[in-house]
């Protein structure tokens, strides 16, 4: 598979930008946003795409379109394998050589090379992402740190090491989302999001009578914001976040905190836990 060499966007529309597209669209249409390597996002829906074909060392895998969430080219130059994350599983490989996809913005249609994107996320009417840990797997999460998690009866449970450990959804997110998650035994534990690394995030810590929010680099260093929170310990705490890029609303048992600016407009979402041992379950990401 060749993709070497200067990258050439190439971007030809197939049709003009001076009126906009007026037919209805599909109630099942796959809509996307792609972000190119030259730091551009594309929004709109993808026509003609059926399948993906993914080469992995046990064989080549094809994943129909329905199933498909998103796929990320990795960067040559580090070695780095592609990655599709479909409704079943996250699967990494080399994605095979693919026709430039066709994307209709809604001003017009753009054809872009494959070659040009870094990553694309496709979604459909009213799609959700996330894990309430049914299936017992941690397939689409990375881990960062010796804590321990594990699935019990569909529940995940973080078991700290004392160190600033965090498990990490793998699907990055950018725009505007909204993250929400069931916690048990909350006591300096809580979620990440716009993560990039280890370190590099912003945290809703929470523990009894209290949320912080920190962002800036470090995760668990530059505090933004304080409020008190109806949190009591070993009581189930809903947290849910509505993100907007570099804008946030925080919510505590559906009481709301208020509003922070972060540091950063994207990255994945994560969990973690500090002091003691803490449930997690009902995961959702509303896009």
Same mark, same amino acid.
Request: charged share 25%; net charge negative.
């Given at each position: ?20 597209? *007026? ?56 070695? *780095? ?98 993250? *929400? ?107």
């Amino acid at each position: 598979m060749k993709r070497i060499g200067i990258v050439v966007l190439g971007l030809v529309l197939a049709c003009g930008l001076g009126s906009r597209t *007026e037919e209805p669209e599909e109630k099942d249409a796959l809509r996307c946003e792609m972000k190119l390597k030259n730091g551009s996002l594309i929004k709109g829906t993808i026509q003609g795409l059926e399948s993906v074909a993914l080469k992995t060392k046990y064989g080549e895998l094809k994943v129909p379109v329905k199933d498909l969430r998103s796929m990320t080219w990795g960067e040559i130059k580090k070695e *780095e394998l592609d990655t599709i994350v479909a409704r079943d599983a996250t699967y990494k490989g080399w994605i095979q050589d693919m026709e430039p996809l066709a994307v209709d913005t809604g001003y017009g249609v753009l054809k872009v090379p494959t070659t040009a994107i870094k990553n694309l996320r496709v979604r459909r009417d009213a799609d959700t992402l996330g894990d309430d840990f049914d299936a017992g797997t941690l397939d689409d999460w990375k881990t960062f740190g010796p804590s321990s998690w594990t699935i019990t009866d569909g529940v995940l449970q973080g078991t700290p090491s004392g160190n600033y450990d965090s498990l990490q959804y793998m699907e990055e997110l950018e725009g505007a989302y909204t993250f *929400e998650v069931e916690l048990i035994g909350a006591n300096n534990a809580g979620v990440l999001w716009h993560a990039k690394d280890q370190n590099d995030a912003t945290a809703l810590w929470v523990s009894q009578g209290n949320a912080r929010v920190f962002s800036g680099g470090t995760w668990y260093n530059n505090q933004i914001a304080y409020w008190n929170a109806p949190v009591q310990q070993n009581a189930t705490v809903r947290l849910k976040i509505e993100v907007d890029g570099e804008q946030a609303t925080i919510y505590v048992n559906d009481q709301k905190m208020g509003d922070v600016r972060t540091a950063s407009k994207s990255g994945r979402i994560g969990l973690f836990c500090f002091n003691q041992a803490t449930q997690f379950d009902n995961v959702v990401i509303t896009r």
